[in-house]
């Protein structure tokens, strides 16, 4: 989660997370079956961009056998002024 502290070491290097990016919506990840499927969700899964990295586009999608959902991203090159 955002509290941890390699979340922390990997913001202090400047990577962001997709999600913040370009990401709509909370971008929850878990749970996704049993009964905790019923909660609101909260994002457990990130998918980190390094500085020279920007993101179009990010949604989770379902993971068979999973009890998280995947984090899928469309990542780019930051355009050169």
Avoid at 7 to 29: C, F, P, S
Avoid at 60 to 77: I, M, N, Q, R
Wanted: net charge negative; hydrophobic share 40%; aromatic share 8%.
């Amino acid at each position: 989660t955002e509290s941890m502290p390699q979340h922390a070491a990997l913001r202090d290097l400047g990577w962001r997370d997709a999600q913040d990016v370009a990401g709509t919506g909370r971008g929850a990840t878990w749970p996704m079956n049993s009964v905790f499927r019923y909660l609101p969700g909260i994002r457990l899964d990130h998918a980190y961009l390094g500085p020279s990295l920007t993101c179009t586009r990010v949604w989770t999608v379902e993971v068979p056998g999973s009890d998280h959902k995947g984090v899928v991203a469309d990542v780019a090159l930051h355009a050169v002024p």
